[in-house]
């Protein structure tokens, strides 16, 4: 997220929150497709981490970029630490490491998907070249420790790391050393809000197994295909995870307001100030649980949207639904991501087809395969049946859903053509981090420093 929220409408009631996440239902129309993509930032002569100060650095990159796009600066205590399109179509930012991230504007078709990403790729290389500094895209930190990892000066995530350590062993490398694509995508109402979510939540774990591309820390294997995928595991599980009521038959936006009202906070900003609010609820707070400790203490909805921001379940419901399960990856990816789920979910034969498909999954179901991709990838089992076979299931309903949509480029083509790379990882029967291991056992000679150049943007 790019910039916090600031809005000062009063939080009157849950129905308040609850109307909230109702504003997002929209036309079918209108729906639109946001993608998400962050990438490492590397010192191209010895393959170290990007600082955030000096003449090189993270911070040079975003004015560099600042001056070629118009784009406005995002200024935290000072410091640069993202960029804003100024009509909202689009936004960088930085995650805690360093991790550059283009927030994509929201569009009308994957083509427009993947030439957005193209661009801002190509303006990117262009400011990091002469500074010696090019990207990697994989979901996991090859290499640096976290104490090697370079740290933002960005208020919210000096909360976070005090807070991490508290609630799970692995919030900091989450925060640290991962990479993820992500899609955003539309409902129409809260039927329709509930279908989605229940697809894309059982689903979640075949996409993580589908964009496994982590299998290396600190130098050396780490024993797991999607270190990314484990990390979520123990992080922060208040915050994170399946949620079970995503499975009821009468889900809708009142229950997800009900269990994000319980949640621990992260802040609260007030006159451009972050203050820590981890010890308290938003139910809490509501109450009144934070008279006292700030002299503006009645929440708004800025307070509320920004709280909506700091909960990582594996799908995320604002006014639109986040897809969350992946790794970061090559380019290519960048546009397969949203393919695979545009497919499932914009278009109704398909969505029809995999909500019968995962229909009788349970939360047990979802909740053991979630736990065995990091480790097997696609060779975990649902059912006695692998992900494996379930993926070409799956994949032939995305490309169906595609098709269907009809949206031709120049040359007539459709959207079905961004899933080339999942293709590829079902003909090889092997995902991206089997790949990179069977490198690092052969032509790598069991070094990870290859990874910086062969997977390079």
Same mark, same amino acid.
């Given at each position: %997220? ?19 996440? #109702?504003?997002?239902?929209?036309? /079918? ?11 490492? #930032? ?28 118009g784009w406005e600066p995002i200024i ?7 960029? #804003? ?63 090697? $990892? ?9 909360? %976070?790391?005090?807070? %991490? ?31 989605? %979510? ?80 981890t010890h308290v609820t938003f139910r809490?707070f509501m109450n009144g649980a934070m ?30 639904? /986040? ?57 975990? $089992? ?32 459709? /959207? ?13 029967? #092997? ?27």
């Amino acid at each position: %997220m790019a910039r916090d929220t600031t809005d000062q409408t009063p939080v009157t009631s849950v129905a308040d929150l609850t109307e909230y996440l #109702a504003e997002g239902n929209k036309p /079918e129309d209108k729906f639109r497709i946001g993608t998400e993509h962050e990438k490492f #930032a590397f010192f191209k002569a010895d393959n170290s981490p990007v600082p955030y100060s000096g003449d090189a650095s993270i911070s040079a990159l975003l004015n560099g970029m600042a001056q070629k796009s118009g784009w406005e600066p995002i200024i935290d205590a000072g410091n640069i630490i993202g960029l #804003a399109e100024h009509s909202g179509q689009g936004a960088i930012s930085l995650e805690p490491g360093g991790q550059f991230e283009l927030s994509g504007a929201p569009l009308e078709n994957l083509h427009q998907t993947c030439k957005e990403s193209n661009r801002h790729l190509a303006d990117l290389r262009e400011i990091a070249e002469p500074l010696g500094i090019r990207f990697l895209g994989i979901g996991g930190s090859p290499k640096w420790t976290l104490a090697e $990892t370079p740290r933002m000066p960005k208020s919210r995530y000096d909360i %976070m790391s005090r807070y %991490m350590p508290k609630v799970g062993t692995q919030g900091l490398d989450m925060m640290y050393r991962t990479c993820t694509i992500q899609v955003n995508l539309d409902f129409s109402s809260e039927e329709d809000m509930r279908r989605k %979510m229940q697809v894309s939540l059982k689903l979640q774990p075949l996409s993580t197994a589908l964009f496994a591309s982590s299998p290396f820390t600190d130098g050396k294997p780490n024993g797991l295909l999607s270190w990314r995928g484990d990390i979520w595991r123990d992080t922060d599980n208040q915050r994170a995870g399946v949620l079970p009521a995503v499975f009821n038959a009468d889900f809708g936006f009142e229950d997800y307001v009900k269990w994000a009202l319980d949640v621990p906070m992260y802040f609260v900003v007030r006159d451009g100030k972050y203050h820590d609010c981890t010890h308290v609820t938003f139910r809490q707070f509501m109450n009144g649980a934070m008279k006292g400790e700030l002299a503006d203490w009645e929440p708004n909805m800025g307070d509320w949207t920004n709280h909506l921001s700091t909960l990582f379940p594996d799908v995320r419901l604002k006014r639109f639904l /986040e897809m969350r399960g992946a790794d970061g990856g090559p380019w290519r990816r960048i546009c397969a991501l949203p393919a695979f789920w545009v497919g499932l979910l914009y278009d109704g034969a398909a969505l029809d087809a995999a909500e019968d498909l995962t229909r009788n999954w349970t939360y047990e179901d979802t909740l053991a395969m979630r736990n065995a991709v990091p480790v097997q990838g696609l060779a975990a $089992t649902h059912r006695g049946t692998s992900l494996f076979d379930i993926a070409r299931e799956v994949m032939s309903i995305s490309r169906l859903g595609l098709k269907n949509r009809n949206r031709l480029n120049g040359d007539d083509v459709d /959207e079905s053509i961004f899933l080339a790379p999942l293709d590829e990882v079902l003909a090889k029967k #092997a995902t991206l981090a089997e790949d990179l291991l069977a490198l690092y056992n052969g032509r790598w000679n069991g070094s990870v420093e290859p990874v910086f150049t062969d997977y390079q943007y």
